[in-house]
């Protein structure tokens, strides 16, 4: 039995023994440093990528590899922008080479079922090049058995969970930054880091269906949110959570084709 789903907090040899044979799965959070508003903190994407992948792991008997910390540059219709003072990004080639190094070095090591869990929506297709990248170079290498899956942990919640969580109506997932769904899993994940006081209740952000560069400043709400967290509560993160991760572990259940105890 491994001591922790965590693989920062494992000895090098408990690492080895438990990726042996390749058919563990290893999900690496991708999060980003960005804003999110006066009412919480610059990591937020991390610290709930984090979150999900060591309950989805806990449940399928996998392992969570440290968080990718930084993530692709904010866009103003889906995080506020990047123009926006805290938020810290990387281009896209960066974000494309750490997911061709890190797939490679963890198949390296023997590792042969790769999870990234995504926690900030702007990284998706950069994830995506880096892995596609990678795959082709290990096939070339003789490495055939590689099984990568992508996902952002939001697309699990289902539609159930939504109505019940917003009964005044899902304003949709391109306003939910800094709003109810980030601030219900922090207020129950991370309730120390949540500041309820500093909510604001302006209504969804009004943008265009268009980006246009460079961005126009005085289109992001001055809080920095595109919706308002003012009906986030605990009970709404724990139900969350609960859906996502085991909708979650059910695909990757399937995903892999293998006896993966789901929870």
């Known amino acids: ?13 408990s690492y080895r023994e438990a990726i042996s044979g390749g058919e563990r799965p290893v ?16 990591n937020v994407d991390v610290l709930l990528a984090r979150a999900v ?16 910390t930084y993530g692709y540059k904010s866009q103003q219709r889906s995080g506020g922008g990047n123009h926006m003072v805290g938020t810290t990004s990387l281009d896209g080639a960066t974000m494309i080479s750490i997911a061709r190094e890190l797939t490679t070095e963890l198949a390296r090591h023997g590792v042969r079922r790769i ?18 990248l990678a795959v082709g170079a290990l096939e070339q290498r003789g490495i055939a058995d590689m099984q990568v899956v992508l996902l952002s942990y ?9 109505s019940s969580l917003y009964p005044q109506g899902f304003p949709g997932w391109d306003v939910e930054h800094g709003g109810v769904l980030e601030t219900s899993l922090m207020l129950h994940l991370h309730p120390q880091h949540v500041a309820m006081e500093a909510v604001r209740t302006e209504g969804p952000a009004t943008l265009p269906k268009y980006d246009r560069l460079p961005a126009r400043p005085e289109l992001t709400p001055a809080s920095g949110c595109l919706s308002s967290a003012a009906g986030a509560t605990a009970e709404k993160g724990r139900r969350l959570l609960a859906a996502a991760s085991t909708s979650i572990q059910e695909a990757l259940a399937a995903e892999f084709q293998a006896d993966l105890a789901v929870a």
Not at 1 to 13: F, H, Q
Not at 115 to 132: A, C, I, K, S, T
Not at 154 to 162: A, K, L, N, Q
């Open 115 to 132: 999870v990234f869990l995504n926690g900030h929506f702007e990284n998706y297709q950069f994830l995506y090049e880096g892995v596609d």
């Open 27 to 42: 999900l690496i959070p991708v999060g980003s440093i960005e804003q999110h508003g006066a009412h919480l903190p610059l």
């Open 53 to 68: 992948s060591g309950a989805v792991a806990a449940g399928i008997g996998g392992l969570v590899a440290p968080s990718v």
């Open 154 to 162: 939001w697309d699990f919640v289902d539609e159930e969970t939504i």
């Open 1 to 13: 039995m491994i001591k922790s789903v965590y693989m920062e907090e494992l000895d090098a040899v």
